[in-house]
């Protein structure tokens, strides 16, 4: 799960100790609320009994019986829900924020959907499109109508496409701008280049350019449903537009185009390398973009997002914009059945409806309409109180007829960890009682906030507010501020109050530039609202939300990026190139501390077996890691620091990326 609250820095504290809860909020999710019970995990499930195609209504909680892992579960809340037809988009209201968007979303009788277009795949024949096969666009009239007749004031939806990611989702309820957005899919589809285009003349092997589509497509999907599962427990749908999602596995015989295999990455003498320190960055690069490709199973990575889905209540609706099809090789009647079969595995088995060879797409988006009409909500305790993180089995039945009815599949349980979370912090309304964000979740997060033009960052240390604000990678390339900036800083409570201000200036070159601002412990900023004002260029805002620096031992860090060419400037987009060092500096708010260590941690939170140096300046009071990234493949990484005194102990956790 992904919270509001995006400051890289996440303090998980070891030590049992009491904490005041927050006042409970009004009930706005449900018209049965329960209520929160210490110690115990309440699951929401949705449920679609039908006849004839359509919602039975009138049932009640007794004519329900859900069971969890074969072991019956008591109802404890119980909800009808039904979507009025169209509203005209005058009457309804767009959040006033993508976190507003979200918030919205986690109230049940919201309907949620997103509309996702595979931009790879969406077409018959790989490549742009043309007039004569434009499958793309033969999907305009039918989107646009869905939109026109389902969309009530209780929907939220939004259009992404495979050249999106999960960043960019943005739910809202007017449709002028996703109905322009679904009008320029042909333009888009044919003129715009991909990531893949990106890598010609770096890829050098025939079938590694799709590959790095199919790449870019699946990973689209799943920061997608784990976006959508954040949000909340009960469903969530994605109409997927594709004529195809392929399967292939590794391939190792797809190297020999690119001269061999990328050497691995190592420790020598406690720093990281990589192959040939002689060979250039961008040959490194592109040697292990393609192994990387080539070495992918993209089929455990079908399944994966199968599981995903469904532990996340994330429905797809698939839909073939091509129609019907023939194929058009010998023997090409097996793989395009199997084509089908995958998009029709991937719907049903998320309880969604396929829409496939056939030719009627209007037709078919009806009957997406038609399933998203009504759902009943149970909620159940659920009596299994092993807190082990695993995958658990829902099945409802209808008593009257021992009918199993389409539902809610699976759940993920939340973990000892979590557990305590809610313990300690619990969260207002059912969304945080049910799904509670891991540190790791919360420290990869503002990974994404490099993308923005600029990114902020804040840093809490006792009275001082530091904020770090860090021009794009992609601004610096388009010579974005080139002549440099004016930064303002506003620090609000949770009302809105200012609590205090600053300015700051991005020099010319520069790219970057900090702020530090007095606070009032007694009247802590809950919200920073950063503006870029530079010559020649539109204004500019980022915001962050912020919580209350509860570290006893260490402060939040400050982060540093330098080169051989750069010198080290304090960053706020945490991507990095291999040929770019970090440095982390912790600043120490304890007397002494007798227990200090910081690790290496993959993407999943797994240690890697990688030495780093960490060194106290007694002086400056501060912990400081200072290594070169240059050996770490693309990816995902956390610096895990963990500090103690006596009995005390914290793990603070920074996320950075490789990008390239």
């Known amino acids: 799960m992904v919270r509001a609250v995006l400051r890289p820095l996440v303090l998980v504290s070891l030590v049992a100790a009491a904490h005041q809860n927050p006042p409970a909020q009004p009930p706005t999710q449900a018209q049965q609320k329960p209520v929160f019970r210490s110690g115990t995990h309440f699951v929401r499930v949705d449920a679609y009994p039908a006849k ?35 509203t005209p988009d005058a009457e309804r209201r767009d959040p006033s924020s993508q976190r507003a968007g979200y ?75 996703i109905k322009a957005q679904i009008d320029d899919l042909y333009r888009s589809s044919r003129i715009d280049r991909d990531d893949a285009d990106q890598l010609d ?26 976006q ?33 295999i990328m050497p691995r990455a190592g420790i020598v003498n406690g720093r990281l390398g990589i192959g040939d320190r002689q060979t250039s960055s961008n040959d490194s690069y592109c040697s292990g973009e393609a192994q990387r490709l080539a070495m992918m199973n993209f089929d455990s990575r079908y399944k994966e997002l199968l599981v995903s889905a469904r532990s996340e209540n994330v429905t797809f609706y698939t839909i073939t914009p091509a129609g019907l099809q023939a194929p058009v090789t010998p023997g090409g009647q097996a793989a395009l059945q199997k084509t089908n079969d995958d998009l029709i595995t991937l719907a049903h088995e998320t309880e969604g409806v396929a829409i496939v060879n056939t030719n009627d797409l209007s037709g078919g ?60 912090r619990p969260a207002a309304g059912t969304r945080g009682v049910s799904k509670p964000a891991t540190d790791r979740e919360t420290a ?59 300015r700051g200036k991005i020099e010319a070159g520069a790219f970057t530039a900090i702020v530090p601002l007095e606070i009032d412990s007694a009247k802590p900023p809950a919200r920073i609202s950063v503006d870029l004002v530079g010559p020649g260029e539109r204004p500019a805002n980022d915001w962050l939300n912020l919580s209350p ?30 040929n770019e060092r970090i440095k982390v500096e912790w600043p120490v708010i304890a007397p002494s501390l007798d227990r200090r260590e910081v690790r290496l941690l993959d993407h999943a939170g797994k240690p890697l077996p990688v030495e780093l140096p960490l060194a106290e300046d007694l002086s400056r009071r501060v912990l400081t890691v200072d290594v070169s990234l240059s050996g770490l493949p693309r990816g995902d990484y956390l610096f895990e620091l963990t500090a103690g005194t006596g009995t005390t102990v914290e793990r603070h956790l920074l996320a950075v990326r490789i990008k390239q």
Not at 103 to 114: C, L, N, Q, T, W
Request: glycine share 8%; proline share 6%.
């Open 444 to 502: 990869l997060a503002v990974l994404e906030r490099a993308s923005r033009p600029f990114a902020a960052y804040a840093a809490i240390n006792g009275k001082t507010l530091t904020v770090v604000t860090e021009l794009s990678p992609s601004s610096i390339q388009n010579q974005r501020w080139k002549s440099g900036a004016d930064v303002q800083v506003t620090a609000t409570t949770a009302e809105g109050a200012t609590v205090t201000m600053g």
């Open 103 to 177: 918030d919205m979303a986690a109230d049940p009788r919201y309907r949620v959907f997103v509309i996702f277009v595979d931009m790879a795949f969406g077409n018959a024949h790989d490549g742009p499109v043309v007039p004569t096969n434009g499958d793309l666009v033969s999907m305009q009239s039918p989107l646009v109508g869905f939109l026109d007749r389902v969309l009530g004031p209780r929907d939220l939806y939004a259009f992404l496409t495979s050249r999106n990611s999960a960043r960019d989702l943005v739910l809202g309820q007017k449709t002028g701008t």
């Open 365 to 424: 988006m009806k009957k997406i309409a038609d399933d998203l009409a009504a759902y009943y909500v149970l909620g159940y305790y659920t009596t299994n109180t092993t807190w082990d993180g695993g995958l658990r089995t829902i099945k409802v039945q209808l008593k009257s007829s021992g009918e199993t009815i389409r539902a809610r599949r699976q759940y993920r349980a939340p973990t000892q960890e979590e557990m305590y979370e809610l313990a300690v």
């Open 52 to 86: 004839d195609g359509k919602i039975i209504e009138g049932l009640k909680p007794d004519d329900f019986e859900i069971t969890e892992n074969g072991k019956p579960q008591t109802i404890e809340s119980f909800d009808y829900i039904s979507f009025p037809t169209f």
């Open 201 to 226: 003349g770096c890829l050098k092997g025939p079938a590694l350019k799709p590959r790095a589509r199919l790449d870019q497509t699946y990973t689209a999907l799943e920061g997608l449903v784990t």
């Open 549 to 578: 620096s509860t570290g006893t031992l260490v402060a939040d860090p400050i982060a540093y990026r330098s080169s051989s060419r750069v010198s080290p400037r304090p960053i706020a987009a945490f991507e990095f190139a291999r």
């Open 228 to 260: 959508l599962g954040s949000l909340r427990d009960e469903r969530k749908n994605i109409i997927f537009v594709t004529n195809s999602l392929p399967r292939p596995r590794e391939d190792r015989s797809l190297l020999e185009a690119t001269g061999g």
